[in-house]
């Protein structure tokens, strides 16, 4: 090599004239396919994880989580869901050999196996043969678990109340009734309170909500005597006055 070909000299140090692209040796295995991990390939995960990252961000903003009403631990009519990719293992747990006294098999020890095989497979299954007609054995299992799920998912999908579901969550206005008002006492007493909630809220799975219903004076006398859906006939058990204070008083709060 004639002195300074391809060389520039730097004080003591001898850097090459063109810089090389940062590529390691290349091995066997993958001949002419290797890449530098940093900065090339960890470069492109990067770039791949802001993308979605931002397209998160934007749909978070677009479609903000649905959020409930506040929880109520006393409300037993409250139907509880999870999300819906945890909805197989939900309906798991309505079958008998996973509920009840069994609750432990269906919550811990079969999503236990499922997942726990899931994480061993690269240990369990280290044959080199990537074609599923060559692997009837692993392939099996995965399609069974596959229509496992959505089977499962399906059945929970299709046994769930769903407008009951929409409905015992919604947010709705809070409207402060006249406490004071010698009507509220008869309201009280009448125990319409017990099912209605102290503002004629509503308590799920036992009253409705008396807010905003439009019903008239008389409607509400009717239904106070004959009853009406779940509300059984002959709740009401004060005077015909008492009966006309009241209906009266629930009639402010129905537009």
């Given at each position: 090599m004639?002195?300074?070909?391809?060389?520039?000299?730097?004080?003591?140090?001898?850097?090459?004239?063109?810089?090389?692209?940062?590529?390691?040796k290349d091995y066997s295995e993958y001949p002419g396919k290797t890449e530098a991990f940093w900065p090339n390939f960890l470069l492109k995960e990067w770039m791949v994880?802001?993308?979605?990252?931002?397209?998160?961000?934007?749909?978070?903003?677009?479609?903000?989580?649905?959020?409930?009403?506040?929880?109520?631990?006393?409300?037993?009519?409250?139907?509880?869901?999870?999300?819906?990719?945890?909805?197989?293992?939900?309906?798991?747990?309505?079958y008998e050999f996973a509920a009840g006294p069994y609750t432990v098999i269906g919550a811990v020890v079969m999503p236990g196996l499922m997942f726990g095989a899931l994480m061993l497979a690269p240990w369990l299954d280290k044959g080199p043969e990537r074609r599923p007609?060559?692997?009837?054995?692993?392939?099996?299992?995965?399609?069974?678990s596959l229509m496992?799920?959505?089977?499962?998912?399906?059945?929970?999908?299709?046994?769930?109340?769903?407008?009951?579901?929409?409905?015992?969550?919604?947010?709705?206005?809070?409207?402060?009734?006249?406490?004071?008002?010698?009507?509220?006492?008869i309201f009280q007493g009448q125990s319409c309170i017990t099912c209605?909630?102290?503002?004629?809220?509503?308590?799920?799975?036992?009253?409705?909500?008396?807010?905003?219903?439009?019903?008239?004076?008389?409607e509400i006398k009717d239904i106070a005597i004959n009853g009406i859906g779940q509300m059984a006939a002959n709740q009401f058990n004060g005077t015909e006055e008492e009966l006309q204070q009241l209906a009266e008083f629930i009639a402010k709060y129905q537009e």
């Open positions: 004639h002195r300074g070909k391809g060389m520039k000299f730097v004080g003591d140090s001898r850097v090459p004239a063109e810089r090389k692209p940062n590529i390691p994880g802001a993308v979605f990252l931002i397209g998160y961000l934007v749909l978070t903003v677009v479609h903000p989580s649905p959020l409930e009403r506040m929880a109520d631990p006393t409300d037993t009519g409250y139907i509880p869901l999870p999300d819906w990719y945890f909805l197989f293992l939900y309906q798991l747990l309505k007609n060559k692997r009837p054995i692993t392939v099996a299992l995965m399609l069974l496992a799920i959505v089977y499962l998912t399906w059945e929970s999908i299709a046994h769930t109340n769903w407008e009951k579901v929409a409905e015992q969550g919604k947010i709705v206005d809070a409207v402060e009734v006249d406490k004071e008002d010698p009507a509220y006492a209605h909630g102290d503002n004629m809220q509503g308590v799920s799975g036992l009253g409705v909500n008396l807010h905003g219903k439009g019903l008239t004076v008389e």
